[in-house]
């Protein structure tokens, strides 16, 4: 219908989507859509009314009115169809759609029903809305409104308000939206349109296809031009965006809002405003700018405004969007041409009527107008050349509405990026245009400036830009930056005089920079760079160019003019040429990776290709223009460069203006840099030599300006820390830029410059922030690509020999420079001497600032360790992976510039965090399962030796045990020289990582020679350093990995990754046992996983950001996957096999060194001692192999030194060779096997026996048994298997005892393993565990070193379970079996006999004494070997027992022990020990009084068990102690469960009474456990001696427990016929014993007659009393509480019960006689006992109580009157003499003299 009055639709206006970007999210974002429909005759009410009425489904019925309605609405389209009226809207709140969607399932339909009813509208296309927000501009204000990630919704719109007329404005627009989100809404009333719309709202794909801009530009990817495209909306931002334009955009916005033609005369209802764009005044000079809105073309040449019926001041909401041109003139203007539009159709009136007119002019003294307008609006056309006025100028004989009043209200919006609309920037850019196109006068605003004070006026409009809108600034700030900088280049030409604005310019760039620092801080990288001006130096700044006819490089045309000057400053100097499309000049930008082969490619290599083909005279581009100029200025002008301007400048600038550029000085910097390498590259000086290429005036002025500021570093750190961090850091990245174009040997002297201020202020003043400075300076400096290079690697301070050092080379080396020098020049390359730092400087600095950080002195600097360490840590990391240095001989030189760090973590050895610690405590966890001291004096040995031995050591006295000692020991030392901080275990770490990393990149012949040099102390540590390493690299298993906090993890993981090639399988086999070329170690290419990012300009901080992503990662997903552990466990185990090997390379060099000098023992020894460290740490069978490997190597070649001097370490050895026969991977056992035969065999070779070996061995496995969870046996068989077969067959020993020694030896070990199968079998039964250990350590009775050694596996199985006190018992029985032999072997007085010195200790002690018949002689090879038989491996066992003692609570039990070690402390004089010893038992005494009454130590039960299934422990009986306060139910419990377990739920039973079992009576096929507790039994002799508590419980071998029973079998009766049944139990030894149940070897039992119970519950009653009487202080509640049950009681049984049973009759038996008066007695003592208790209550009780106090004594007097006749009746009979009295005391005391004190 609508066909006539539309053109071809273009495509652009079929759109069906749009992109919303929302810059600024917040919860008031709507999306309001209104309807229009053509225009009709009618208002809008009316018009609306059938859609409100007619509904679908009554179709039928109102057939004619709806034929009537189509047949209107026909003719109405025909003559109207132009027009359009405003009908409905409808608004969506965004937020609630996004939060909603959120949180729904994906696509979810969203019924939005604005009001309740429904209905369906069909007319109108679906339409979808995408958010996007763009992510330069996000801000943190409103968290809640992401638009990024919401779930697409679909909406379905069912109802539309009616548009009122008379409310168009946004005005009432906005109302509506607040009424909207108000829960009671007035929107309810508003009568609705039913209709239906679909809208999907989705965020906004990454890359829309078909996607049109607000220009109508299509976007890439743009497949199809035929498809409905999706249309990007402009947006006007809440706030302002600061975004520099970088694409052209000039588009104009015209919002008509309201007309007010109520005073005009005349007919004008229906007013529509048609508006054009006219560049003049006749019709047809309206362009085709305005863009079409929906199915019509793109652009038109007029829009009309929607028409309100009747209205003669109508509002609008229009909006029309018009594409502005390019450049303006003053003919260009806006005109509005009002029209009356008649609806009805009359005779002779016209469809439109004219009404009035009005227009804007759209420039104003050359600048755009914008903004709102309230415009005149004349009544008949405007007359000529009005378009140059604006409409508020009366022109003269013109007709306007209302008197000329503004009637008319528009806005206008501009958004563009050619208008800058702020003054200030329009000023500047005017007169820089004016220059350039030298046209004078000109005309600025209302000023027209001439050429004569032109000069004043740039000057003031430069620094008027200080005063300009920011927005505007970073809008424009590019082309704002081009311009100054071509001010400061070519400085303009006034009248004839250059004007040097390079100080303006200069100025104000500092003052820009630092706004857009200080209010956009957010977009500023973490070098404090912002990112507007970092991508402006990156992408933007280029040299200007000087080329008259070239095209104009950048935006805003800084194409070349003849106004400006073009010879150099100094000479005459070619200009630089233009360049049309350069990459990045400045080699700081993150964005540039690759690794260029020469120094200066890398600037080719950023430049890329070159702009023009050179011409030869570089001079003839420029000849016209200067004579030109020449003739115009009668003088050749200046051309400046860049840089140059830009140095001198700052150097020359001071106060704000200096300050400004220090504040920003990263931008100047990289400026600088960048405009050099321009330069360099334009001029063709790139190959010329650096020394020529700049001026010296130039690099006076860098050198000033590094000096200076330098010194502004030093000395503001403390006040403004922040400024001078980016300061340091600017300059760093400075100077490193500089390496790659300027003279090196320049650079380095301004790096020491800069270096000495630094050390200056630092000498004066130790400040580790300044400290902290010099290091970020310096780790940006060495992250120069060229570092290796910079450093002169291939000069040598020695004479080089040859370029790789062969054999033949190596040996001439060593013979023929010999000399003293050659040796001064070793020891250079090792230390940080002169020659050193002055050859490699850089290398140089970065070692004296580890060394001076790491000085155990230099307290200050501890803060600081981990910084440096990663320093130096991130510099070898990229050497390592650094394709470049690839070859080992290369990687040998590189190696060669860090030889010092060496010494310098020798140094530090003694702050080192201690990896070794972990392995010092008792029953190490894990396969290892030993504890792994040191060896030599550390007295380091046999297994799980219980003491940890540092502190055996340390407490134990000397640290110099043996007479070959090692000069310094790190193990015991480190305690003492603890008193620095010492490293946090990841410094350490990534230290060790650079000490084996240039060990083993090093030249091995090198290493030789320095070795030499050392002195013995030296290379202890060295190897002691070593020693760590093993310890600090140990593998340690995925299950670590599991449980490890993230600290650990990304320790060195490129340093790792790398790693992980070189091992996997490149390592070769070895040529010969010992001398093993490095050269096998190589690495294969793809070992530099980590590497690619290494050549990154930026790599200095790589670790710092990529920690930090690291943590972020780990809070979002805390749980790593089971694939990533596998890997990192897989790098953990690769690290370990590469160090271990590295440093088991460098021992060999040791040994090569050392095996020739005089003090090789103590060396080897410590070699040794770190083989047997590394062996005990878990390792990779590739490790283990070589390392057995050089264990044999190193005992065939030194077999005394094991067998004479090292004798402990020979004990280590033969636990780390057995350990290893038994692991489960074949080739270890092989390697494993074959040492441990060559190690007998050598033993034999030497004294044709291996007692020792043999003793050693048996010695090692009873400890494995005793301590290895995870021992396996079979394995462990296999391996005997082969030390038998290669004894039998070993040709050269046949004929000696060897074989046969051989056998003996195996034969011995079998059984030991026997042992360990039943171990393995009762693994869960404590008890039966314990036993077991018992029975082998008896049967060693003749063998002391194996007893020792299963005294301590049963020591460390009671730690394990917290019995303390029987650990301290086999400690104790540990040192007094030392103690026998000891007494033998040294005849000391101050030393113990024997046992018999511990018998106060323990009575079980005596059972270790050495009297029997087979004792062994002490003097016997092999025997008592082992280090506890010494005196102080007899103090450690003492000192040990003390401390487990202490933790059990018997500190009286410490005092004893204490007594044994004071006298041979004194002996020593050694008071350090004597006052710890003292302290000690200070605290021990101290905690018997502070404790008394609360230590518990233990319960104890009788244990009964019965059954055939039980095997051997079949009808045995024991006292099990139990922890204190176990209850019958749990002992029963855990019994239970255990052997229900064991045999089966139903096959247990525990027996639930205490009577003597009867063995026929129970089941034959169930095991039986009967449990009783059993308390303490003293006789009454033995209760003078035990006292106290602790008496009452030390050293026990009799309880007691109390049966009840009647005669007739029940267990309780009444109390005429109640027995009680006491059996008292004896065990075999007391407790606490070394285990913790123990046989009882005899039972008595003592039965007591019912009026013996009596006395005993009346003596006990009346001793409650007494107790409760005088306890101090009185506790009323206790006496009332037993008053109560003595007096109050009416209970059965109850004493008055007792004394009218037994004492109303005299017996009949005169053997009674007795008991009858004794209870007559104790009940004469009760009733005293009571009145006195009552006394005593009265006076502790309040007014409160009276009552019951009286209650209390009534109760007492009816108790006393009816026990007066009773107890006063005596038995005549027992005051005769009676000859039978004798025999009547023997059984009353016989039967009840036992137990009267219960």
Not at 547 to 559: A, I, M, R, W
Not at 758 to 779: C, G, H, I, M
Not at 1177 to 1198: D, E, I, M, P, W
Not at 1565 to 1585: C, G, L, R, S, W
Request: proline fraction near 5%; charge should be neutral; hydrophobic fraction near 35%.
């Amino acid at each position: 219908m609508l066909r006539p009055h539309i053109q071809t639709a273009a495509i652009s206006t079929l759109a069906r989507s749009a992109i919303f970007s929302i810059s600024y999210p917040s919860q008031d974002v709507f999306l309001v859509i209104k309807l229009e429909k053509v225009l009709q005759q009618g208002d809008i009410g009316e018009c609306a009314e059938p859609y409100m009425v007619f509904k679908e489904s009554d179709a039928a019925k109102n057939k004619e009115k709806l034929e009537k309605l189509r047949g209107q609405s026909e003719q109405f389209c025909q003559r109207l169809g132009r027009y359009r009226m405003p009908f409905a809207w409808t608004a969506i709140h965004l937020m609630n759609i996004v939060n909603s969607a959120g949180s729904l399932e994906r696509d979810t339909e969203l019924e939005m029903s604005l009001t309740e009813r429904k209905g369906s509208w069909s007319e109108r296309r679906n339409s979808s809305i995408m958010g996007r927000r763009s992510l330069e501009r996000t801000t943190s204000g409103d968290e809640s409104c992401s638009l990024t990630g919401f779930r697409p919704a679909t909406l379905t719109i069912t109802n539309f308000f009616k548009q009122e007329g008379d409310r168009l404005s946004d005005e009432d627009l906005y109302k509506f939206l607040a009424d909207m989100r108000r829960p009671s809404s007035v929107l309810r009333r508003l009568r609705p349109i039913t209709a239906q719309l679909k809208l999907d709202i989705s965020p906004a794909p990454e890359n829309p296809h078909y996607c049109l801009t607000p220009d109508l530009l299509q976007v890439k990817p743009y497949p199809d031009s035929r498809v409905r495209p999706t249309r990007e909306i402009l947006e006007f931002p809440a706030r302002d965006v600061y975004v520099p334009n970088t694409k052209y955009r000039n588009l104009l916005y015209v919002n008509p809002q309201s007309l007010n033609f109520a005073n005009r005369q005349g007919s004008a209802r229906n007013i529509t405003v048609k508006v054009q764009f006219m560049n003049g005044e006749d019709p047809s000079n309206a362009m085709p700018v305005i863009f079409g809105k929906s199915s019509c073309a793109d652009f038109a040449k007029e829009a009309y405004t929607a028409v309100v019926y009747h209205n003669r001041s109508p509002d609008f909401h229009d909006e029309i969007k018009i594409k502005l041109p390019a450049s303006l003139s003053d003919h260009h203007h806006i005109l509005f041409t009002f029209y009356h539009v008649s609806c009805q159709q009359k005779q002779n009136t016209p469809l439109e009527t004219p009404v009035g007119y009005t227009w804007i002019p759209m420039l104003q003294n050359g600048r755009v107008r914008t903004g709102h307008f309230c415009l005149p609006v004349s009544l008949e056309k405007p007359p000529q050349s009005y378009s140059v006025l604006s409409p508020d100028v009366p022109l003269p004989g013109m007709k306007w509405v209302d008197n000329h009043r503004g009637v008319f209200n528009v806005e206008v919006v501009t958004a563009s990026t050619i208008h800058t609309q702020d003054q200030y920037l329009d000023k500047f850019f005017a007169l820089v245009h004016a220059l350039d196109e030298h046209m004078f006068p000109v005309r600025i605003g209302d000023m027209r400036i001439m050429e004569n004070n032109l000069e004043a006026e740039l000057k003031s409009s430069i620094a008027a830009l200080n005063s300009s809108q920011l927005e505007p600034v970073v809008r424009f700030l590019h082309l704002l930056l081009d311009k100054l900088v071509l001010m400061v280049v070519r400085p303009p030409v006034i009248a004839g005089q250059i004007v040097n604005l390079g100080q303006a310019s200069f100025e104000v760039m500092a003052s820009i920079v630092n706004r857009l620092h200080k209010y956009l801080d957010t977009s500023q990288d973490m070098h404090g760079r912002n990112g507007l001006l970092s991508s402006y130096i990156h992408y933007v700044f280029r040299l200007p160019s000087t080329d008259p006819n070239s095209p104009s490089p950048g935006p805003g045309g800084l194409g070349g003019s003849v106004h400006y000057a073009t010879m150099a400053r100094s000479a005459v100097r070619p200009a630089s040429l233009n360049l049309n499309r350069s990459r990045s000049l400045s080699n700081s930008n993150p964005d540039i990776s690759g690794t260029p082969t020469s120094p200066d490619d890398e600037v080719r290599a950023i430049i890329g290709s070159k702009a023009m083909e050179r011409c030869g005279n570089r001079m003839s581009s420029h000849t016209e223009s200067a004579s030109f100029l020449q003739t115009l200025t009668g003088r050749l002008p200046t051309k400046k460069l860049f840089h140059e301007e830009l140095a001198l400048q700052w150097v020359v600038s001071s106060g704000s203006v200096r300050e400004g550029a220090l504040q920003q000085a990263w931008f100047f910097f990289e400026l600088m840099v960048k405009s050099i390498i321009h330069h360099l590259y334009f001029t063709d000086r790139l190959e010329s030599p650096r020394k020529n290429r700049f001026p010296e005036r130039f690099m006076d002025d860098i050198t000033a300006l590094v000096s200076t500021i330098a010194g502004d570093i030093v000395s503001r750190f403390q006040k403004d820390l922040e400024l001078v961090e980016r300061l340091n850091t600017s300059l760093a990245f400075f100077l490193n830029d500089l390496l790659s174009v300027m003279d090196r040997g320049f650079v380095f002297t301004l790096i020491r410059a800069y270096w000495k201020q630094v050390s200056t202020k630092l000498y004066a003043l130790q400040n580790p922030t300044l400290e902290s400075l010099r290091l970020d300076f310096l780790r940006i400096v060495c992250s120069h690509e060229h570092y290796v290079t910079l450093n002169l690697p291939c000069s040598l301070l020695t004479p080089p020999a040859s370029p790789s050092p062969s054999v033949s080379s190596a040996t001439s080396q060593s013979s023929g420079f010999s000399t003293h020098v050659q040796d001064q020049k070793i020891a250079n390359m090792f230390e940080l001497s002169v020659p050193f730092r002055e050859q490699h400087f850089l290398a140089g600095l970065v070692l004296s600032e580890l060394s001076v950080i790491l000085d155990p002195d230099n307290e200050g600097m501890f803060s600081l360790h981990k910084k440096v360490v990663s320093v130096v840590h991130n510099l070898l990391s990229s050497h390592d992976s650094d394709p470049r240095y690839a070859d080992p001989e290369v990687k040998a030189r590189v190696a060669m510039l860090y030889l010092p760090l060496i010494g310098i973590v020798m140094e530090t050895l003694t702050q080192l965090h201690d990896f070794t610690e972990s392995h010092n405590q008792w029953g190490r966890p894990g396969p290892q399962g030993a504890a792994m001291g040191g060896g030599g004096e550390e007295a380091e040995g046999d297994g799980n030796s219980m003491i940890s031995q540092t502190v055996a050591m340390a407490i134990a006295g000397t640290s110099t045990p043996t007479p070959m000692s090692r000069p310094s020991s790190f193990l015991l030392n480190s305690q003492a020289s603890r008193q620095h901080g010492s490293f946090s275990a990841e410094s350490s770490r990534s230290l060790l990582i650079c000490l084996l990393w240039v060990l083993k990149n090093a030249d091995e012949m090198v290493l030789q020679k320095w070795f030499t040099d050392l002195s013995v102390s030296q290379l202890n540590r060295l190897l002691d350093l070593l020693y760590l390493c093993v310890s600090c690299f140990e593998y340690k298993g995925k299950k670590a990995f599991e449980r490890m906090n993230s600290l650990t993890f990304k320790k060195s993981k490129d340093m790792k990754a790398k790693l992980e090639e070189a091992i996997l399988g490149s390592i070769g086999a070895r040529q010969e046992m010992v001398r093993r070329s490095r050269g096998q170690l190589e690495r294969s290419p793809s070992g530099s996983a980590f590497g690619s990012q290494e050549n990154l300009r930026w790599r200095k901080d790589m670790t710092h950001w990529r920690q930090n992503s690291e943590k972020m990662d780990k809070s979002h997903r805390s749980i790593r996957t089971r694939a990533e552990l596998e890997h990192e466990a897989l790098i953990d185990g690769n690290l370990a096999t590469e160090a271990n090997i590295i440093i088991l390379d460098t021992l060999e060099i040791i040994v090569q060194t050392v095996s020739v000098t005089e003090s090789k023992e103590s060396i080897l020894g410590g070699v040794l001692k770190v083989l047997l460290h590394s062996m005990a740490c878990n390792q990779s069978a590739l490790y283990l192999q070589h390392c057995f490997a050089t264990q044999r190597a190193l005992v065939s070649k030194f077999p005394e030194l094991l067998f004479e001097e090292e004798t402990e370490q020979c004990a280590d050895l033969c636990l780390r060779l057995l350990r290893s026969c038994s692991s489960s991977i074949s080739t270890i056992r092989a390697h494993a096997s074959a040492s441990l035969y060559l190690l007998m065999r050598q033993n034999f070779e030497i004294g044709n026996n291996f007692a020792r070996v043999k003793m050693q061995v048996t010695i090692s496995l009873s400890s494995l048994v005793g301590t290895s969870q995870n021992f396996n046996e079979e394995f462990l068989r296999r391996s005997l298997k082969t030390i038998l077969t290669y004894a039998e067959e070993d040709l050269e020993l046949r004929e000696t005892t060897f074989p046969d020694q051989v056998q003996d030896l195996v034969f011995n070990l079998h059984m030991i393993l026997s042992d360990t199968v039943k171990m393995k079998e009762h693994q869960e039964d404590p008890e039966m565990l314990i036993d077991l250990m018992y029975r082998i350590a008896k049967g060693y009775q003749t063998s002391p070193d194996l007893r020792l050694t299963w005294l301590q596996n049963m020591a460390g199985k009671h730690s394990e379970r917290n019995n303390h006190a029987e650990a301290a018992q086999c400690l104790v029985h540990s040192a007094a079996l030392v103690a026998e032999y000891l007494s033998m072997l040294e005849d000391r007085k101050y030393l113990p006999v024997g046992c018999v010195t511990f018998q106060n200790v323990s009575s079980n002690v005596l059972e270790e004494s050495a009297v029997s018949d087979d004792v062994v002689s002490p003097d016997e090879e092999g025997i008592c070997s082992g280090k506890y038989f010494t005196e102080i491996g007899f103090v450690g066992l003492l000192e040990q027992a003390a401390a487990s003692f202490s933790m059990a609570g018997m500190y009286e039990a410490v005092n004893e022990v204490y007594k044994v070690l004071i006298p041979i402390h004194e002996a020593n004089r050694d008071a350090k020990k004597l006052a710890t010893i003292h302290g000690k038992l200070q605290e021990a005494f101290g905690k018997i009084v502070h404790q008394d009454g609360k230590r518990m130590f233990g319960t104890y039960f009788r244990v009964g068990i019965y059954g055939s299934k039980f095997g051997d422990l079949d009808e045995q009986e024991f006292v099990y102690k139990e922890p204190a306060i176990t209850k019958l139910a749990e002992i029963s419990h855990r019994l239970e469960g255990f052997y229900g377990e064991r045999f089966g739920e139903d096959q247990v039973e525990v027996i639930k009474d205490s009577n003597p079992v009867d063995k026929c009576k129970l089941d034959p096929n169930k095991a039986f456990v009967q449990i009783t507790y059993v308390e303490p039994y003293f006789d009454t002799y033995e209760m003078k001696d035990r006292i106290t508590y602790f008496d009452k419980n030390y050293n026990l071998r009799r309880f007691v427990y109390c049966t009840p029973f009647t005669l007739d079998g029940r267990a309780h009766g009444d109390l005429h016929e109640q027995f009680k049944r006491k059996t008292i139990l004896t065990t075999s030894h007391a407790f606490p014993y070394i285990k913790t149940r123990i046989n009882i070897i005899h039972k008595e039992e003592i039965i007591s007659t019912p009026i013996e119970v009596a006395i005993e519950d009346m003596q006990k009653k009346t001793q409650e009393l007494a107790f409760a009487t005088h306890q101090d202080p009185s506790d009323a509640k206790m006496l009332q509480m037993v008053l109560q049950g003595s007096v109050g009681t009416t209970v059965n049984q109850g004493p008055l019960e007792v004394a009218q049973v037994f004492l109303s009759d005299i017996p009949s038996d005169p053997k009674l006689y007795r008991h009858h008066n004794k209870l007559r007695l104790c009940f004469k003592d009760f009733t005293k006992r009571c009145e006195d208790a009552l006394r005593k209550n009265k006076s502790l009780i309040g007014p409160d109580q009276k009552e019951y106090q009286r209650e209390l004594e009534r109760n007492y007097h009816r108790l006393k009157e009816a026990l007066q006749p009773l107890i006063n009746r005596k038995i005549p009979q027992l005051y005769k003499p009676v000859l039978q009295v004798n025999s009547h005391r023997d059984s009353f005391s016989r039967i009840s003299l036992r137990k009267l004190d219960i």
